[in-house]
């Protein structure tokens, strides 16, 4: 089933468990996906190198700027953006984030993935006790970070913003086809710019001709432990899709 036929009440019926990952780090099982959220080769390192390493380091270098705005398909449990942020913070990069997420998880649920672990106590008490109030306005985490989550599924996200990273992490094509779409990936990629990244943990055949289309020069960079090779692309001209 897909999951962004499900109403939120009937998602809340999903069973999800956190279950133990390779690298030692929890990860979010869901049963109605038949997923979990981050890999089991290891959550943490998976969302540090896809995300962290080949995403936001990546545009930073490349652009030489200290300001960034991410926008993520696909919010979860956070833990990109904690990851993100314990960076930005450190070096005093200056980061406006975007999470959309169709069925948001509650703040005691993300309590169980033990994140706290990853970064430090000041970002984690933040989160945790804004996390609701980010889902109605844009918060602040001084002096560096904002934060606002989406409640809405892909195709209804609208924004006059532009974005210049785009984490994309939905669930894999396989339990969540709707989200690699050339339509839904045109839509989303409407809220980026010349210059900006794409970035996902994945790679196929399908995704490089629709981010082809889109505009995008692809790049195959190495996977996270349990994936040769995964996506990232640079948007070369406006979708218009």
Known sequence: MEINSLSDREYQKTDRQFVLTADGSKTLYDSRAGSHFHSVNGAVQESRHVFL?????????????????????????????????????????????????????????ICQSEYHQYVNKEIWDSFISTYDKAMQEEISFPPFIQLEIIHQKLLEFNSGKLFDILYFDA??????????????????????????????????????????????????????????????????????V
Not at 84 to 96: D, E, G, L, P, V
Not at 209 to 214: D, F, G, T
């Open 171 to 240: 669930f894999s094509a396989g339990s969540q086809p709707e989200m690699w779409t050339l339509e839904s990936l045109g839509h989303i990629c409407r809220y980026l710019h010349q210059g900006s990244v794409f970035i996902t943990y994945a790679m196929n055949g399908n995704l490089k001709r629709n981010m082809s289309a889109l505009g995008f020069r692809l790049e195959k960079v190495p996977g996270a432990p349990g994936k040769r090779e995964m996506l990232r692309a640079i948007l070369s001209e406006t979708p218009s």
């Open 53 to 109: 390493e080949s995403g936001l380091k990546y545009f930073l270098k490349k652009s030489g700027k200290d300001s960034v705005s991410i926008l993520e398909a696909g919010f979860g449990t956070g833990l990109n953006f904690l990851l993100s942020t314990a960076y930005c913070q450190q070096n005093k990069i200056s980061m406006r984030y975007t999470g959309i997420e169709a069925y948001p998880l509650t703040a005691g649920l």
